[in-house]
C-alpha cells in the first residue's frame, strides 16, 4: 500500500475572514480521504501565533479551535528548505522528531496574510508544495484594483470603478465624495482593496452613505474600491487547473438583501444558490471562457473562483473579481459548483493536491545558478 501523504492544513490566520478560514479548514479536514492522507492541522491564531491544530487525543476531524489553542503545541514558521521539517518546527525539543516532513500544504486561509501572497512566499522560501496559486498571482487577486487592471490589459469586460488611498479620504473626505460623484453614478458599491468575504463593503445611494462607506473601508485596507452598481444577476464560475486549467458549471447567487453581504452569506443563511445557473448554452460557454481567461490574467494555478455580473439591460458579462482561496465551508460555492460538474470533494482534495505536486516539481526544473551543473554543489 502506498504512503500516505502528510497534508498540512493551514488555517485561522490574522485576516477578518479568521472564522470563515476555521470552517472551510473543517470541511477540507472531514472530506480528506483518510486512506489517503495523515493530516496535520496547523492553526494560527489571531494574533499570528502558529500552532499544531491537533488536541490531545483528539481525532482527524477535530482540530484545535480554541483560541488561542491553549492545550496544542506551539510552533514557529521556519523558510530553511534544508531543515527536517521544512515548514515549521516544534518549539519543545522533545518533540520535535514526532513532526517530520511535510508532503503538501493546503492553505485555507481566506484574506490578508494568507490569500495575498505572504504565506505563499514563505512556503516557496521553505521549498514545500501548496495548493492554489503563486506568490504573484495570490497577490494580483487579491487587490480588486490590480485584479481589475489585468483583465483590462487582456481585453476583459470590467464595470467602472476608480480607487482612493485611506490617506486621501481621511485628509479631504468630502473632496473624495465629490470625485465619486463626477465618475460614477449612484448606487456604487464601497470595498476594502485586500480583502474577501464581502467583509467592509456597503451599497451607497447617497452623499450620506457613501461617506459611511468609505469610512467603513478604510477600516479595513489602505486602498478602497469604489465600483458602479451593476442592475443584474450575480453568476459564479470555479476554475481548476494549472497550465491547462478546466471551468465548472456556472452557478447563480440570488441576495437576500440588497447585496450579498457577509451577514447573507454565513450568520442569517437569507441568499439562495442555483447550481446551475439558469443561463442559455452559448451563455455558459462566455462565463467558462472568461472565467479562464481571467484566471490566466493574473498568473493564477491550482484553482479560483471567478465571480461575474450579468447586466439586466445589455445581457453582457462584467467580471466582479477573482478569488484565489475560495471557501471551502458546507455552503461554499467552489466544491459546489465541482460537485454539480461531477466532481466530489473527495475527489476535489486529491486533484488539488496532485496540482500541487505537479506544479511544484515544474518548479523544480528551473536553474537558480550560472555554474555549469556539474560544478554546482
Known amino acids: 500500500m502506498a504512503r500516505k501523504l ?21 470541511n477540507v479536514i472531514a472530506s480528506a480521504d483518510p486512506r489517503k492522507y495523515e493530516i ?13 491544530g491537533m488536541l490531545p487525543g483528539g481525532t482527524q476531524d477535530k482540530p484545535c479551535m480554541e483560541e488561542p489553542p491553549s492545550k496544542s503545541v506551539e510552533v514557529v514558521p521556519t523558510a530553511s ?33 494568507g490569500e495575498d501572497g505572504t504565506v505563499q512566499g514563505l512556503l516557496e522560501l521553505a521549498g514545500i508544495p501548496y495548493v492554489g496559486a503563486g506568490v504573484l498571482g495570490s497577490s494580483a487577486g487579491m487587490d480588486k ?8 490589459e487582456r481585453g476583459l469586460p470590467v464595470g467602472p470603478y476608480t480607487v482612493f488611498r485611506r490617506s486621501d479620504f481621511e485628509a479631504a473626505p468630502d473632496a473624495v465624495c465629490r470625485i465619486v460623484e463626477k465618475t460614477l453614478p449612484y448606487p456604487v458599491f464601497v470595498k476594502p482593496a485586500n480583502l474577501g468575504s464581502s467583509v467592509g463593503i456597503s ?7 457613501l461617506k459611511t462607506a468609505l469610512a467603513l473601508a478604510a477600516d479595513f485596507d489602505r486602498k478602497i474600491l469604489v465600483e458602479k452598481a451593476i442592475v443584474g444577476r450575480e453568476i459564479e464560475c470555479a476554475v481548476l487547473g494549472n497550465e491547462n486549467p478546466e471551468a465548472s458549471i456556472p452557478g447563480e447567487i440570488i441576495p437576500g438583501g440588497e447585496f450579498y453581504d457577509y451577514a447573507a452569506k454565513y450568520i442569517k443563511d437569507t441568499a439562495q444558490v442555483m447550481i446551475p445557473a439558469r443561463l442559455t448554452k452559448a451563455q455558459i460557454k462566455r462565463v467558462q471562457q472568461l472565467a479562464i481567461a481571467g484566471f490566466q490574467a493574473t498568473e493564477c494555478a491550482g484553482m479560483a473562483r471567478v465571480d461575474f455580473f450579468l447586466e439586466k439591460k445589455t445581457g453582457k458579462f462584467f467580471l466582479n473579481e ?11 460555492m467552489y466544491p459546489k459548483m465541482w460537485e454539480a460538474s461531477g466532481m466530489t470533494y473527495s475527489k476535489l482534495i486529491d486533484r488539488l493536491v496532485e496540482l500541487a505536486l505537479d506544479l511544484h516539481r515544474e518548479k523544480t526544473r528551473t536553474r537558480y545558478s550560472l555554474l555549469p551543473e556539474k560544478t554546482r554543489k
Open 322 to 332: 477573482i478569488n484565489t482561496l475560495p471557501g471551502f465551508t458546507s455552503i461554499s
Open 40 to 52: 496535520v492541522p496547523i492553526a494560527i491564531t489571531k494574533d499570528g501565533k502558529w500552532h499544531l
Open 6 to 26: 502528510r497534508l498540512g492544513v493551514l488555517f485561522g490566520g490574522r485576516s477578518a475572514e479568521h472564522e470563515i478560514s476555521i470552517r472551510s479548514a473543517q
Open 145 to 152: 484594483d490590480v485584479m481589475k487592471r489585468l483583465f483590462r
Open 203 to 209: 451599497k451607497a445611494k447617497n452623499r450620506k452613505a
Open 81 to 113: 528548505p534544508t531543515s527536517d521539517s521544512p515548514l515549521i518546527q516544534v518549539t519543545r525539543s522533545e518533540m520535535y522528531k514526532t513532526l517530520g516532513p511535510i508532503d503538501v500544504i493546503f492553505p485555507v486561509l481566506h484574506g490578508t496574510f
